[in-house]
């Protein structure tokens, strides 16, 4: 019962990304195959909530230079058996920013698979990230323990800190859909 919401939240996904049929079609077999695919000790892989978090002007972008990864990323992390994506999304922007944010949305913005290299006597394993679209009410970010360094950056500047594509992809989705209010 609890992978039925996920599992449908991404066939509503699938319907607005047809072009991410192979995204979609490992997310479907993972959800079908591990029932513990939210618990971070599922090798298969596991589920990860992130966070798209904008600013009030949705102008910018606060992303984490990664402790572990040494990336500059959008914040996210471990569900942790939580079956409630965005709620995980939430919970780790609150987390790794100290921030109080708003969900813009309940539906999914971006899915991604990405693998985890071996470390500390874990496996090489992926993570099946979930994305949402979040919003920080203020920008008095607090750098976490999770964290090298936070920045504010400007979503047309991301190639400054990034050139991790499914960033990139996340902003052209952002500006698709907020076209009347962002300046591209």
């Not at 589920?47 to 600013?55: E, H, N, Q």
């Not at 002007?57 to 965005?86: C, I, P």
């Amino acid at each position: 019962m609890h992978r039925r919401n996920l599992s449908e939240a991404i066939e509503r996904y699938h319907l607005r990304y047809p072009q991410e049929i192979e995204a979609v079609q490992r997310f479907r077999k993972l959800l079908a195959e591990y029932p513990n695919c939210f618990e971070r000790t599922c090798w298969a892989g596991h589920i990860t909530g992130s966070a798209w978090l904008v600013d009030a002007s949705g102008e910018q972008l606060l992303l984490t230079n990664h402790r572990k990864l040494k990336m500059w990323l959008q914040l996210g992390g471990h569900s942790d058996g939580d079956a409630n994506t965005s709620g995980v999304a939430y919970r780790e922007a609150v987390e790794e920013s100290g921030l109080k944010v708003a969900l813009l949305s309940e539906e999914i913005f971006d899915i991604d698979i990405h693998e985890i290299p071996a470390a500390k006597g874990d496996p090489a394993h992926y993570h099946f990230d979930v994305r949402y679209q979040l919003r920080a009410e203020n920008r008095d970010f607090v750098v976490s323990e999770e964290s090298l360094d936070l920045a504010w950056v400007p979503i047309n500047d991301l190639e400054k800190y990034t050139q991790e594509t499914s960033i990139l992809r996340m902003r052209e989705k952002w500006r698709a859909e907020n076209s009347k209010n962002f300046s591209k």
